[in-house]
Nanobody
Framework: QVQLVESGGGSVQAGGSLRLSCAAS????????MGWFRRAPGKEREGVAA???????VYADSVKGRFTISRDNAKNTLYLQMNSLKLEDSAMYYC???????????????????WGQGTQVTVSS
């Protein structure tokens, strides 16, 4: 049974940092494209970043230069380091997995196969 469990969310002031984690189990983690998505109240889900099986990364323009996605295949864990957080980064953040070797760009309309339950990030002024 595939499980993706996010953690690390919380409340932070604008300009601060958070690191999200996503613990994966139930599948061959290293063979899957992994992505981070977010959904703010009243808005559609937005792709944030993705990392493919070779470790290549892609980012949404809105987070480029501030967020860093990484993966530890030995620990079956995905990370999202978020720096210089802005009010508009407030959202529920989800990790997702798909058996693609190369990840779609976050702006692509593509529905990953497996999803976590999400972790809330709230940025305040």
């Amino acid at each position: 049974q595939v499980q993706l469990v996010e953690s690390g969310g919380g409340s932070v002031q604008a300009g601060g940092s958070l690191r999200l984690s996503c613990a994966a189990s139930g599948y061959t983690y290293s063979s899957y494209c992994m992505g981070w998505f977010r959904r703010a109240p009243g808005k559609e889900r937005e792709g944030v970043a993705a990392i493919d099986t070779d470790g290549d990364t892609v980012y949404a323009d809105s987070v480029k230069g501030r967020f860093t996605i990484s993966r530890d295949n030995a620990k079956n864990t995905l990370y999202l380091q978020m720096n210089s957080l802005k009010l508009e980064d407030s959202a529920m953040y989800y990790c997702a997995a798909d058996p693609l070797r190369i990840c779609p760009h976050p702006s692509a309309t593509y529905d990953y196969k497996y999803w976590g339950q999400g972790t809330q990030v709230t940025v305040s002024s």
